[in-house]
């Protein structure tokens, strides 16, 4: 009989549970948002960004787009070390972790409890004894959708927290490539640096050998002088640039620099690629900070609801089924079985308007994060736009410098030969030699400035990323 009694509590439980579908949040909508046809500056970039299919970024890693051996290990060491991406990953196995406990409050919950005592009296010699052991299950059932709501909202923060990961990835990825490629523009110009102190030790040779025949005043000489220890120390503070970048690749892969060394390359051919641009509503679904924040609207309309639901009573079931006997031995054996049904309900009637107050503050979240949503979109629409004109414009910038970098090297090689023919001062042979120095750089760090941002334009792209559906 007491087996019927406690099925038919199970039946009222299931019962309960088809009641669980009477959720009160509001139904989620994606924010709506007016994403541009095309790209507006992509007609100037086109012309100077070479073809690419459509697929390019989903092909395999964007950074193997480079070309260069050396980037594509570090790159792999920064997946595997990097101490933020590490930290990424923490967040979302706990964001995870969070979305099943929510889950399990949608289940009942079992407990079995035992326990034995034993007392007596000294003075006459008597003791009694009792042991116990009940098996109980409680439930909240889920009747106004508060608790899935709370599973849903937690659902869309681990979400938030995967595209988070993505975004710590692809910010790492890309602070290694422009560190790296800012790396080796340094050793070309380090490399420029001491051919032209070669050429400079050999100008001060001429002015010496000038002066002691008498036929140049020793301002020549100092001039010369000048201009050589200058461009060393050039070189100095060049080398404190590259070591500051060597040190921040390493912790980038998560050495400490002391225990990290890029070897100089013997040359750079810096490559430029393809990078396929496609519509701007695709970058919807590419960018991981984008789809962060959409979840994280997602999230705050799931806690309206959650919020909503205290307006509605609540309800506990609760059941039970022990058995109790003096000695543990007859524990089981002994016929007095006790049971017990519960059902409690509980009902806010006067609050001074704190549920209110919880649920306008729900919502006001919920315009906030769709007001960060948006101008995430925005600001990743600008992103490209900006790196789109900075493409083509510093494309065009390189072809003009290196146009205007041969004209200041041959009139330096000019100017020189005039000078040792006497018909010019060394005041212009060093003017001659300051331009074509600064030409010489200028064309170099522009190389790197494009390859720069190349690596900017594919992570404002999503650097091959899609969102999961």
């Known amino acids: 009989m007491t087996s019927r009694r406690f099925l038919s509590t199970l039946t009222v439980l299931a019962a309960a549970a088809a009641l669980s579908a009477c959720a009160v949040g509001p139904r989620y909508e994606r924010p709506a948002l007016d994403a541009p046809s095309a790209w507006k500056e992509a007609p100037a970039a086109e012309g100077w960004l070479p073809a690419a299919p459509a697929d390019a970024l989903e092909r395999g890693p964007w950074w193997q787009l480079f070309g260069d051996a050396d980037l594509n290990a570090l790159a792999d060491r920064v997946q595997v070390s990097n101490q933020n991406i590490a930290a990424a990953v923490a967040s979302y196995a706990q964001a995870s972790a969070l979305v099943r406990q929510q889950r399990a409050g949608l289940l009942p919950s079992v407990s079995l409890t035992g326990g034995a005592s034993r007392n007596g009296n000294r003075d006459t010699g008597t003791a009694s ?42 910010s790492a990825q890309g602070a290694l490539a422009s560190n790296y490629f800012s790396l080796r ?45 200058n461009t060393r120390a050039e070189r100095v503070a060049l080398q404190r640039t590259r070591d500051t970048l060597e040190h921040a690749i390493a912790v980038l892969v998560g050495v400490a620099p002391a225990d990290f060394r890029i070897p100089v390359a013997a040359t750079w051919t810096p490559t430029v690629p393809s990078v396929p641009l496609g519509v701007p509503s695709t970058l919807l679904q590419r960018r991981p900070d984008i789809a962060s924040a959409e979840r994280a609207v997602a999230a705050a309309n799931a806690q309206i609801g959650v919020e909503r639901a205290a307006y509605y009573p609540s309800f506990s079931l609760s059941a039970s089924l022990g058995r109790s006997s003096s000695r543990v031995s007859d524990l089981f054996g002994a016929s007095n079985t006790l049971w017990s049904l519960g059902l409690s309900a509980a009902q806010v009637i006067f609050d001074a308007g704190a549920i209110d107050a919880r649920v306008d503050s729900a ?13 995430t979109v925005l600001t990743a629409f600008q992103g490209v736009e900006d790196q789109l004109t900075a493409t083509a414009s510093l494309a065009q910038q390189e072809a003009l410098r290196r146009e205007a970098s041969a004209a200041a090297d041959l009139t330096e090689q000019q100017i020189l030969n ?23 750089r200028t064309v170099l760090q522009l190389q ?4 720069n941002a190349a690596v900017t334009l594919i992570q404002g792209l999503g650097g091959g990323w899609t969102a999961p559906d």
């Open 129 to 170: 004894g009792s042991a116990n052991a009940t098996l109980g299950a409680d439930w909240a059932p889920d009747v106004w959708g508060r608790l899935g709501l709370a599973v849903d909202s937690a659902a869309a923060q681990a979400q938030a927290s995967a595209a988070d990961l993505a975004a710590a990835r692809l």
């Open 185 to 229: 523009e340094a050793d070309a110009e380090l490399a420029l640096l001491a051919t032209t102190l070669e050429g400079y030790e050999r100008s001060l040779t001429i002015a010496r050998n000038r002066y002691e025949a008498g036929i140049a005043a020793q301002s020549d000489v100092l001039q010369a002088q000048t201009t050589l220890v």
């Open 363 to 375: 919502k006001a979240a919920h315009e906030a994060a769709v007001a960060r949503y948006r101008q």
């Open 418 to 440: 005039r000078y040792r023919a006497g018909q010019v001062s060394y005041t212009e042979v060093v003017t001659a030699q300051a331009s074509a120095l600064s030409a010489r």
């Open 448 to 451: 790197v400035n494009r390859q």
